[in-house]
């Protein structure tokens, strides 16, 4: 029998065959490109932890970690369906956090700190947009530097005249006129979205418009002692106007947040104001 070997020529085509290549060494010390990381920022929180109650994740902590914008997350924001729904900036922040804590669980000062750093990690600090002068009405653009942004402490920093810290977060407020103690509590983002929602419904539905006294309903937790809603409802509206003034001057000190008032000089009437930084669509969408 003849050698099979030798009638197909696997001897020939072995001998063709190119050499091995031989292996690259790689630097086992360097990281593929595609493991890149973002990088994080530490969110000071103008609560410092002091306004959420024991046993809470952010009881006591004075930052929030949370990582720098992605290409990714820049898909959010220009998702149909979230700006439809009117929850584009809501889950942008949730997945900005590290940490597992609810975006909505913040105080509306803390929700807002961690708001301006994303802004100006992933943009600069400087936001033009326009605005309305408050006192001729028209229609400019300013520039905005939210570096010059600062932060306020609210009640557990400072001693306000009138109220007192009861410990777990709340103040309690004598009021003036009718010498009753009133308990409030500081609103979060949960707060605020459901405050929305109500809002946009009345306006929906032609009901009245979401009012100073629907707001105090909102965070006044008792009267006297007593939490029933009723009672707080009953005693909202028939409150003297002298201490529903007094409410909210004091309440406005008690909030911890931060100050995004800041010189505007208008180009049309030059009057010079001081006016707060709007949050329009320029603000995550800039040119």
Same mark, same amino acid.
């Given at each position: 029998?003849?050698?099979?070997?030798?009638?197909?020529g696997a001897k020939e085509f072995a001998s063709?065959?190119?050499?091995?290549?031989?292996?690259?060494?790689?630097?086992?010390?360097?990281?593929?490109l595609l493991d890149f990381v973002a990088p994080?920022?530490?969110?000071?929180?103008?609560?410092?932890?002091?306004?959420?109650?024991?046993?809470?994740?952010?009881?006591? /902590?004075?930052?929030? +970690?949370? !990582?720098?914008? &992605?290409?990714? #997350? @820049?898909?959010?924001?220009?998702? =149909? $369906?979230?700006?439809?729904?009117?929850?584009?900036?809501?889950?942008?922040?949730?997945?900005?956090?590290?940490?597992?804590?609810?975006?909505?669980?913040?105080?509306?000062?803390?929700?807002?700190?961690?708001?301006?750093?994303?802004?100006?990690?992933?943009?600069?600090?400087?936001?033009?947009?326009?605005?309305?002068?408050?006192?001729?009405?028209?229609?400019?653009?300013?520039?905005?530097?939210?570096?010059?942004?600062?932060?306020?402490?609210?009640?557990?920093?400072?001693?306000?005249?009138g109220a007192t810290s009861n410990g777990d977060?709340?103040?309690?407020?004598?009021?003036?006129?009718? /010498?009753?103690?009133? +308990?409030? !509590?500081?609103? &979060?983002?949960? #707060? @605020?979205?459901?405050?929305?929602? =109500? $809002?946009?419904?009345?306006?929906?539905?032609?009901?009245?418009?979401?009012?100073?006294?629907?707001?105090?309903?909102?965070?006044?937790?008792?009267?006297?002692?007593?939490?029933?809603?009723?009672?707080?409802?009953?005693?909202?509206?028939?409150?003297?106007?002298?201490?529903?003034?007094?409410?909210?001057?004091?309440?406005?000190?008690?909030?911890?947040?931060?100050?995004?008032?800041?010189?505007?000089?208008?180009?049309?009437?030059?009057?010079?104001?001081?006016?707060?930084?709007?949050?329009?669509?320029?603000?995550?969408?800039?040119?």
């Amino acid at each position: 029998m003849r050698n099979n070997e030798e009638r197909l020529g696997a001897k020939e085509f072995a001998s063709a065959a190119p050499p091995p290549v031989p292996a690259i060494e790689s630097n086992t010390n360097e990281k593929p490109l595609l493991d890149f990381v973002a990088p994080t920022d530490f969110v000071e929180l103008p609560s410092k932890g002091k306004f959420y109650p024991v046993g809470h994740f952010l009881h006591g /902590k004075e930052s929030l +970690e949370i !990582r720098q914008m &992605t290409a990714r #997350d @820049e898909d959010i924001l220009t998702s =149909t $369906a979230l700006l439809k729904q009117g929850v584009a900036i809501e889950r942008l922040l949730q997945n900005l956090v590290v940490e597992n804590v609810n975006i909505n669980e913040l105080l509306i000062g803390d929700r807002n700190a961690v708001l301006v750093t994303a802004r100006t990690s992933a943009y600069g600090s400087e936001y033009e947009t326009k605005v309305q002068c408050p006192i001729c009405n028209q229609i400019s653009e300013h520039k905005f530097d939210l570096n010059e942004v600062a932060i306020i402490n609210g009640g557990e920093e400072n001693k306000i005249e009138g109220a007192t810290s009861n410990g777990d977060g709340n103040f309690i407020i004598k009021l003036p006129n009718s /010498k009753v103690d009133v +308990e409030v !509590r500081l609103l &979060t983002g949960e #707060d @605020e979205k459901r405050t929305a929602a =109500t $809002a946009e419904k009345n306006k929906k539905y032609n009901l009245p418009e979401f009012g100073w006294t629907d707001q105090l309903k909102t965070f006044l937790v008792s009267v006297n002692g007593v939490s029933d809603p009723g009672v707080i409802g009953n005693f909202v509206n028939n409150m003297p106007a002298k201490d529903s003034r007094y409410i909210r001057t004091k309440y406005a000190e008690l909030v911890p947040n931060v100050d995004l008032t800041q010189y505007f000089v208008c180009t049309h009437c030059f009057s010079e104001t001081r006016m707060e930084v709007p949050f329009t669509a320029d603000f995550f969408w800039p040119r």
